[in-house]
């Protein structure tokens, strides 16, 4: 049984940092593109970052590109998220997600498994 777990969430002040991890147990993580996606109060979840099996080759939403980097450590089966020049508008619960698809996409559906996701708060 596949087990996402992520951790790093937290309040923080706008213009501040933060880094998530996920720990991926139960998968070769090496096979395995990975997603980060964020979900606020009566909307669906968005899609925040993607990186492939190899870690070559990274995907971002527009609303994040240039201030989050995705990352992972095959070492450690852990998947990161590091956020930077944080803005309210990034407060949500973030959720790592875990698909067995040689590519790596945006769309949710495609990921077969999800952690439990942790709440990122960010303060004007």
């Known amino acids: 049984q596949v087990h996402l777990v992520e951790s790093g969430g937290g309040l923080v002040q706008a213009g501040g940092s933060l880094t998530l991890s996920c720990a991926v147990s139960?998968?070769?993580?090496?096979?395995?593109?990975m997603a980060w996606f964020r979900q606020t109060p009566g909307k669906e979840h968005e899609f925040v970052a993607a990186?492939?099996?190899?870690?070559?080759?990274?995907y971002y939403a527009d609303s994040v590109k240039g201030r989050f980097t995705i990352s992972r450590d095959d070492d450690n089966n852990t998947l990161y998220l590091r956020m930077n020049l944080l803005k309210p508008e990034d407060t949500a619960v973030y959720y790592c997600?875990?698909?067995?698809?040689?590519?790596?996409?945006?769309?949710?559906?495609?990921?077969?498994?999800w952690g439990q996701g942790t709440q990122v708060t960010v303060s004007s």
């Open positions: 997600a875990g698909t067995t698809m040689s590519t790596m996409t945006s769309i949710r559906q495609y990921y077969e498994n």
């Open positions: 139960g998968h070769p993580f090496g096979r395995y593109a």
């Open positions: 990186i492939s099996w190899t870690g070559g080759s990274t």
